[in-house]
């Protein structure tokens, strides 16, 4: 079946560094990958998405890009703030007819002044 | 109002208890999902139904039911609910084409 392996936490760092949270996956064909955000207490968001191979998803300064060949979507920013501390969630649609969501483990980001 | 709004945000309950989460959405979709999420684990799909006459198991849907009352209303029960059921629990819809809506979750602790 599907899968989603997503860099494990606690990642922290300082204001304005940059970050990567890896993201591989498992799937049949071409499926939609997507990176959802938990700030605290509250529920997911969508962050950013990506459809097709060699999409780019970008959103809030976040960028992931969609690699077919490395099965991959990671997630970046080039300078991160205090507002970003969040829990991150990759995750992906698969081609079958109930395209429910599958998701990674969650990295928790917490970002210091 | 919020799209998805679930009831009630925290619950504390005891073993054995029957326990019902209720969620209802004005987005107007006819998917909607429950999931779990447990520390480490990522959200886990627990059930989801694609319209009010039809209910699809999920990864973990033991110890669980649902019923889907209206397109509007998707009902989550614990018959008899135990401490592994601790967790916080997501409800969300979709349509094909709009993304997932999520809800802002039920925190349920089992004593």
């Known amino acids: 079946g599907d899968s989603v392996t997503q860099m494990e936490g606690p990642v922290t760092l300082s204001e304005e560094a940059f970050l990567t949270i890896n993201c591989t996956y498992t799937a049949t064909g071409y499926p939609s990958l997507f990176w959802y955000v938990q700030y605290p207490g509250e529920g997911l968001q969508l962050l950013l998405k990506a459809t097709k191979a060699d999409d780019k998803g970008s959103n809030k300064g976040f960028e992931a890009t969609y690699r077919k060949e490395t099965t991959s979507f990671h997630l970046e920013k080039g300078s991160v703030q205090v507002s970003d501390s969040a829990v991150y969630f990759c995750a992906l649609t698969g081609i079958g007819s109930a395209r429910q969501l599958t998701f990674g483990s969650g990295t928790q980001l917490t970002v210091l002044p | 109002d919020a799209d998805v709004t679930q009831t009630p945000r925290n619950r504390i309950t005891k073993t054995g208890k029957r326990i019902m989460l209720e969620c209802s959405q004005t987005k107007g979709h006819d998917r909607m999902y429950w999931y779990r999420q447990d520390p480490g684990l990522g959200l886990r799909l627990i059930y989801y139904s694609f319209d009010v006459k039809d209910i699809n198991k999920g990864e973990i849907s033991d110890g669980y039911s649902v019923s889907r009352q209206a397109q509007a209303k998707f009902s989550l029960s614990l018959e008899s609910a135990i401490p592994n059921q601790t967790a916080l629990y997501f409800c969300?819809?979709?349509?094909?084409?709009?993304?997932?809506?999520f809800g802002s979750g039920t925190r349920l602790t089992v004593v």
């Open positions: 969300a819809t979709s349509e094909p084409g709009y993304g997932y809506t």
